[in-house]
């Protein structure tokens, strides 16, 4: 019997030993081309090249997350299903009134990877150069400005209703199928101002068809340097972002995920990885399992006062 119980973890050091020895599915729940797609293949790419074995993308998208999400808790966990998650797996427990999944129980996490910021954008109608022109200016209306995102629920709008509440101004929430279209209306002026994306409202930035604010993180961003933080600008505190990081099956030997997590954290100082990530707009982070793990759980306390608040639940 103690034979048998032995057998166990030798059997999984061996095979933790031998990690990887076949091609390593990359479960990325949003669809091919967005934001979480191009920053998960870059990084899919160094893996693939470290490891010496093929990293396949496979997009399983739907639900904010949730499908893809799903999946890789009832995966088998032997390091050869991984999970490319965002900053939604930490809003969807408070979102939504079943999930088929527990975020803390069915998956273990390996590394922070990257952050795409989000930044505070107006119509260039809009008569504030800065936040505190523009808080004043929304007060003035008295209720008749609205903000888009891209959906309710999304980081996109928790961020918004964030920053409206903690301002103090009053405005209409309109929640749109994503992000492209929320910007469109904005650049047509059919809303007054949101916040989303760095990589989705910069290139309205740069031909000047919105005006960018100020940016969410909790520091300046490299591609817009001159634009101060919300935190700079009279919100001390202030701190969103679209974060994105790896998680695998719990269970999965620790071995393998202290190796996955030592070739995430080697791929995203290489050069090609930084540049590419740079085109993107997003900024790149690092974690141990243990720190990642204990950012989620102030995630996931953070977000459900947040949603709480907003009073929205998803089916």
């Not at 695998?248 to 954290?265: F, K």
Request: avoid cysteine.
């Amino acid at each position: 019997m103690l034979a048998t119980a032995l057998a166990g973890p030798a059997a999984q050091a061996q095979g933790a030993a031998a990690w990887p020895a076949k091609p390593i599915t990359l479960i990325v729940p949003f669809p091919p081309g967005g934001p979480t797609d191009l920053v998960a293949r870059v990084l899919g790419q160094q893996l693939s090249e470290q490891l010496g074995q093929p990293v396949i993308v496979d997009n399983r998208p739907g639900a904010n997350g949730n499908i893809g999400n799903g999946m890789v808790a009832k995966a088998a966990p032997d390091g050869y299903t991984v999970l490319y998650n965002t900053s939604s797996i930490a809003l969807s427990p408070a979102l939504y009134k079943h999930m088929t999944y527990d975020v803390q129980r069915d998956l273990a996490p390996v590394a922070l990877t990257a952050v795409v910021p989000l930044a505070l954008v107006v119509h260039p109608s809009v008569p504030a150069s800065n936040v505190k022109e523009f808080i004043a200016y929304a007060k003035a209306q008295g209720g008749k400005l609205s903000y888009g995102s891209a959906g309710n629920g999304n980081v996109t709008h928790l961020t918004a209703f964030q920053f409206v509440r903690n301002a103090g101004i009053d405005a209409v929430h309109v929640p749109y199928r994503g992000s492209a279209p929320a910007d469109v209306d904005l650049v047509a002026g059919q809303i007054s101002f949101l916040t989303d994306t760095i990589n989705s409202v910069a290139p309205f930035v740069r031909d000047k068809r919105l005006k960018i604010l100020a940016v969410t993180t909790a520091k300046r961003i490299s591609l817009f340097p001159d634009v101060p933080t919300l935190a700079e600008s009279g919100m001390p505190g202030f701190e969103a972002g679209a974060w994105q990081g790896v998680m695998v099956p719990a269970g999965t030997p620790r071995p393998i995920i202290n190796r996955l997590n030592t070739e995430i954290l080697k791929a995203l100082k290489t050069p090609a990885v930084l540049e590419k990530l740079a085109l993107q707009g997003a900024e790149p982070l690092s974690s141990t399992p243990d720190e990642y793990g204990t950012y989620l759980k102030a995630e996931l306390a953070r977000w459900a006062g947040v949603v709480k608040a907003t009073g929205v639940t998803l089916e």
